[in-house]
């Protein structure tokens, strides 16, 4: 007999778009090439998600995006020690090891004080805690007042159809 395999929502935060634990300024100003670590840990002890996806929308400075722009996310796994977040990075100007990157998002062209996004899509999540980190590689800092909107889901594979 054969199988059909179909996704199935997350035992954790499921298919509902849920904030990715980032604070409300957080993105305010982010200057070129630095990184925001999210202040809440994801839990995935017990729920065991396979997969995830990571969808944000930050507000640009007054430098337009070019066609080289991007946002790369970055998954800090908690580490044995109990504390320490991937390889202990925090928000700032030094960014993760590319170890920790899973993926750059590219952003439209051309935009200057609106909202660019990025998407990742099929994050592979590791069981247990971890944040999520957002870099900042377009041409300009972010606007200083950035309304953002940072979210994830997450779900499974059902191999029975």
Do not use: H
């Amino acid at each position: 007999m054969a199988s059909i395999e179909k996704f199935v929502a997350g035992a954790g935060v499921g298919l509902t778009w849920t904030d990715g634990g980032f604070t409300a300024n957080a993105f305010n100003s982010l200057a070129i090439a630095n990184v925001v670590v999210a202040t809440t840990s994801v839990t995935n002890g017990t729920a065991l998600d396979v997969m995830a996806d990571f969808s944000c929308s930050l507000v640009n400075g007054a430098t337009t995006t070019l066609a080289t722009s991007y946002l790369e996310l970055y998954l800090l796994p908690l580490m044995q020690d109990g504390s320490t977040y991937g390889d202990g990075t925090t928000s700032g100007s030094t960014l993760p090891l590319q170890t920790y990157s899973v993926g750059r998002s590219l952003v439209k062209t051309g935009v200057t004080n609106a909202a660019v996004v990025g998407l990742w899509r099929g994050v592979l999540l590791p069981p247990g805690d971890f944040r999520w980190a957002v870099s900042n590689q377009m041409a300009g800092p972010l606007n200083a007042a950035a309304v953002q909107a940072v979210k994830y889901r997450t779900y499974n594979f059902n191999l029975n159809g």
